[in-house]
T-cell receptor, first 113, second 114 residues
Framework: AQSVTQLDSHVSVSEGTPVLLRCNYSSSYSPSLFWYVQHPNKGLQLLLKYTSAATLVKGINGFEAEFKKSETSFHLTKPSAHMSDAAEYFCVVSDRRYSTLTFGKGTMLLVSP | NAGVTQTPKFQVLKTGQSMTLQCAQDMNHEYMSWYRQDPGMGLRLIHYSVGAGITDQGEVPNGYNVSRSTTEDFPLRLLSAAPSQTSVYFC?????????????FGEGSRLTVL
């Protein structure tokens, strides 16, 4: 079975400081991994995805994530937070045997001026 | 481009009533799905479809029905609403399946069951 754990339910940063949102996964096979972002009262939007190519994945709006198989992690980072980054972020895993995805419970990112 | 369109955006029902949440996409996607989002629970898959005429159950299918008569439309039916079905519902589609491609989401339908 596949599963994903987002280690923080809330993360607070100041504008201009780095962002780290942590995600650990469990999968029996080579996984595909995704990060989605949800702004208030909106649907989810894909930030980036890993599908067994380069382990460092760059996404939209300056976000990137690194796939670390030995640590079963796929943490999301950004060097400098912007006020518009305030949103909820979801880590998602699929091990390709299924036509479904497993979502983490989400991390709310709060950005203060 | 409209993308994925969900209607209605808000709905209040009484226990026992039935209703249909509509979902339409104009991207010619084969894969469509319904999720529900509850606080602290992430998104949970209700039903999905890999093409017209084909549907399957997800993680939490009880109390919901779906059909896929066309590529574009994937309605979700609540047969007899219960307070436990109070949630935000998202429809999502993808070109092929959800495992390697990008899921495109609608803006959600917020349902309250009294």
């Amino acid at each position: 079975a596949q599963s994903v754990t987002q280690l923080d339910s809330h993360v607070s940063v100041s504008e201009g400081t780095p962002v780290l949102l942590r995600c650990n996964y469990s999968s029996s096979y080579s996984p595909s991994l995704f990060w989605y972002v949800q702004h208030p009262n909106k649907g989810l939007q894909l930030l980036l995805k890993y599908t067994s190519a380069a382990t460092l994945v760059k996404g939209i709006n300056g976000f990137e994530a690194e796939f670390k198989k030995s640590e079963t992690s796929f943490h999301l980072t950004k060097p400098s937070a912007h006020m518009s980054d305030a949103a909820e972020y979801f880590c998602v895993v699929s091990d390709r045997r299924y036509s479904t995805l497993t979502f983490g419970k989400g991390t709310m990112l709060l950005v203060s001026p | 481009n409209a993308g994925v369109t969900q209607t209605p955006k808000f709905q209040v029902l009484k226990t026992g009533q039935s209703m249909t949440l509509q979902c339409a996409q104009d991207m010619n996607h084969e894969y469509m799905s319904w999720y529900r989002q509850d606080p602290g629970m992430g998104l949970r898959l209700i039903h999905y479809s890999v093409g017209a005429g084909i549907t399957d159950q997800g993680e939490v299918p009880n109390g919901y029905n779906v059909s896929r008569s066309t590529t574009e439309d994937f309605p979700l039916r609540l047969l007899s609403a219960a307070p436990s079905q109070t949630s935000v519902y998202f429809c999502a589609s993808s070109y092929r399946d959800s495992t390697t491609g990008e899921l495109f989401f609608g803006e959600g339908s917020r349902l309250t069951v009294l």
